[in-house]
């Protein structure tokens, strides 16, 4: 049955609630003056500039708690090489609240060829350099460092996706979990409201924050299993005895009794020593799940014991299981506890949190955002900013599944809609409180374009689910995919007086548009400006099993409906498509394929992404272990090839770019090497020039240098025009993710129309 939770709005307000709401809230003593604080309860420390709208996280955790009648301050983007700035508000009463931003503070500073960036999209002048590395353990910190008696609260992205011990692509090791590294007293992962709340009312009334062990989407570091649990053991991989009868090594099903190899119940004198294991474990591990036994243990007072943090950080495989187990227990109606040694301490994970109701996310995002940045950053630009200022979001989560995204280990699978009311009534707030708006709205959206209001039909088949993704290997059949909601309120969205245009910007499943022609139909008569970016991200069926994408059937459906509709609607539109180079499982051969599909289909793309591992993805732990966590994980199961050295890397990227001459020496190396000269060449067919022909080829390109483009007016550019790869207008700065990472993404810009895909058939 489905879990429910108390409302978000059930606890008497604290007594500051006679303070009223602040214009904005307050950043420095003087603004704290203004508002007759004597001191603030709660202090936000943030690596964003703090812009008061509901697309940062800052602003929602502020205001939400606001409501609760909580003083907040906001601490944002402090110096961090002093306490200076994380004094300036005073001593918190209640709790410093630590997040790093919008995004991941290495992904944000790091390209995935671990080059520094240039800018930060979300500090003013998008200059880069105002946060530090690691954002979360050096605020943390540095709040600890302050105050030493203050509870320190972290969350956000970076702390969601380290809330175990993951994967550091920019040391190539595993790290601990975050919340020890950082010296924190607990950790809220994914959409934190719930916890939050509940956090803040029971430290209000004087609970100690070591006591405070029982709240869902919270991590916290205990020194034992707590009371009353049964441990499933899931610490191990490969079992003496009959391997072969093992078909699932993540789950067992019984408490203080031994079962052994044969599923036989043993007295507890009987139980055997467990040889040569590290973890003293609360019950005998078992060489084979007993399902039979499941019903007798209660959900809310079972945990499962991942691998250790010391075995997880030698030894790849058992670092691909706990990852597999992680991702299974990730459905907030039947998920389990975790709970991960560290030395002499254990991580212990609460499950996710109870995803909000719609009336709950309308009251979230009908705060009395002022939706504007803070007036200290007057006259500057905030890139961020500008980008989904006037864009709106109509929902979380995502049941994709896509192994490179890290979304759903953020955000969960479970679809929260606000409902259609509260989303106009945001496009008017738009228009009354947007400086400059003409009358746009960039779009609505949210982690994807069009899941909104899908969820499955059956909310006890949803609570009891365990799969990965919804629509993989196909749709579910239990999946609702009528995007008739979304529809409707794409017609009511354009009828709001003083509204000309609803742009639709985030990315869209287009493996599920097509199952809803009349949807897709509006979105191209109407919502497309000339150019709708889709995600295939590879066109090969074994690279797309480890993304768990679909294949290209539903892009080339997809594709038809689309040039169709633009046709009807007497419009020239262009599919503008995003693929990825090295994801695990990919290797030379399977680019060339696609720089051979890309070809065919006369796609020369600009923006390209390469894979880039972001902490917790199941495809990260593809790329550190060699295994696929897709299947059942044993020493001897599949291994799987990702491309790590710089130049496999940078090779594989080339085959994206095949038609840019700076890349040529690279493709026919490689070519050769995969014993493919017979694409060396400047036939049909053939990829690259060959050695003597690169001179006539660049020379018919506009020029001899490298990386020459074709002059505007060329012919080869007319007969072969190009698609510009990157992101629309609109994407919103929050914890969800751009091709080739997503774990939070960078707001992109507008395609010139400079290069384009052909027009349909």
């Keep these: 049955m489905p879990i429910t939770a108390p ?52 602003a929602i955790m502020g205001r939400l708690l606001e409501s609760q009648g909580f003083r907040v301050g906001i601490i944002s983007q402090p110096d961090w090489r002093s306490n200076d700035d994380f004094t300036a508000l005073g001593k918190p009463n209640l709790y410093f609240g630590v997040t790093a931003g919008n995004m991941d503070s290495m992904i944000n500073a790091y390209t995935a060829d671990l080059r520094l960036r240039s800018d930060d999209a979300y500090t003013p002048g998008g200059e880069a350099g105002k946060r530090p590395d690691r954002a979360v353990i050096v605020y943390s910190q540095r709040c600890k460092n302050a105050f030493k008696d203050v509870p320190v609260v972290i969350g956000g992205i970076e702390a969601s996706l380290r809330r175990i011990a993951q994967y550091d692509y920019w040391s190539d090791c595993v790290r601990r979990s975050v919340l020890i590294d950082s010296t924190a007293d607990i950790l809220l992962y994914g959409n934190a409201e ?83 294991t590290d973890d003293v474990q609360a019950v005998r591990i078992v060489p084979m799940p007993l399902r039979r036994y499941e019903q007798d243990l209660v959900l809310d007072k079972t945990c499962i014991r991942l691998p250790s943090f010391e075995k997880v950080s030698k030894d790849p495989a058992l670092y691909a299981h706990a990852s597999r187990v992680l991702h299974q227990e990730s459905n907030p109606h039947n998920a389990r506890a975790l709970i991960q040694k560290h030395g002499n301490r254990d991580i212990w994970v609460n499950p996710p949190p109870i995803p909000l109701s719609t009336e709950e996310m309308d009251a979230v995002f009908g705060f009395e955002y002022t939706r504007v940045p803070h007036p200290k950053y007057e006259g500057q630009r905030i890139p961020a900013y500008d980008m989904i200022k006037t864009s709106v979001n109509i929902m979380r989560g995502c049941f994709g599944g896509c192994t490179f995204c890290s979304i759903t280990e953020h955000e969960g699978r479970i679809i929260q809609s606000r409902s259609e009311e509260s989303i106009l009534g945001e496009i008017e707030l738009i228009k009354e409180k947007v400086p400059g708006f003409t009358g746009t709205i960039s779009d609505l959206g949210g982690p994807t374009a069009n899941m909104y209001k899908l969820n499955c039909k059956d909310d006890n088949i949803q609570a009891s689910c365990r799969k990965l993704s919804c629509v993989y290997p196909e749709i579910c059949p239990n999946l609702k995919t009528d995007h008739s909601p979304t529809t409707q309120l794409y017609r009511k969205a354009r009828k709001i007086d003083g509204v000309h245009t609803v742009a639709i910007a985030s990315g869209l499943r287009y493996d599920l548009a097509v199952e809803d022609p009349e949807y897709v139909k509006e979105l191209v008569t109407h919502h497309v400006g000339g150019y709708l970016k889709i995600a295939p991200e590879h066109s090969e069926d074994r690279t797309l099993s480890k993304m768990m994408k679909p294949g290209m059937g539903s892009y080339r459906r997809f594709e038809k409906m689309f040039y169709k509709y633009s046709k009807e609607a007497g419009k020239k539109q262009y599919l503008i498509p995003y693929f990825i180079a090295a994801h695990p499982g990919c290797d030379d051969e399977e680019m060339m394929n696609l720089a051979l599909w890309l070809k065919e289909h006369g796609f020369e793309v600009d923006q390209v992404q390469t894979f880039y591992p972001s902490p917790m993805s199941l495809a990260t732990a593809m790329y550190y272990s060699g295994r696929n966590p897709l299947k059942k994980v044993t020493y001897k199961s599949e291994k799987v090839f990702s491309a790590k050295d710089i130049n496999q890397r940078r090779g594989q990227k080339a085959f994206l770019r095949y038609h840019d001459p700076a890349n040529w020496a690279r493709l026919r190396e490689a070519l050769r090497n995969l014993g493919r000269e017979d694409l060396i060449g400047t036939k049909p067919g053939q990829l690259v020039p060959a050695e003597h022909e690169e001179y006539k080829v660049r020379k018919r390109l506009g020029g001899t240098a490298k990386g020459t483009r074709p002059a505007r007016g060329d012919k080869r550019q007319q007969a072969l025009p190009k698609a510009q790869n990157r992101a629309g207008p609109g994407n919103k700065p929050k914890a969800s993710a751009k091709p080739g990472n997503r774990a939070g993404k960078k707001p992109g810009g507008k395609p010139t129309g400079r290069n384009k895909p052909r027009s349909g058939r």
Aim: with cysteine; charged share 25%.
């Design 7 to 58: 409302d978000l709005f059930h606890s008497p307000k604290y007594w500051a609630e006679c303070y009223g709401t602040a214009p904005f809230l307050p950043t420095s003593r003087a603004e704290m003056d203004q508002l007759g604080w004597d001191s603030c309860d709660i202090i936000i420390v943030t690596g964003d500039a703090y812009v008061d709208h509901p697309s940062f996280g800052m």
């Design 194 to 276: 719930r916890a939050i709340v509940d956090l803040s009312h029971r430290l209000a009334v004087g609970e100690p924050v070591a006591a405070i062990n029982d709240l869902r989407g919270t991590t916290l570091v205990v020194n034992h299993t707590p009371n009353g649990f049964t441990e499933l053991d899931s610490t191990r991989i490969d079992w003496p005895g009959r391997i072969d009868q093992m078909p699932n090594p993540y789950e067992v099903m019984h408490d203080k009794q031994t079962v052994d190899a044969d599923g036989n119940i043993q007295a507890d004198d009987a139980k055997p020593q467990e040889p040569n």
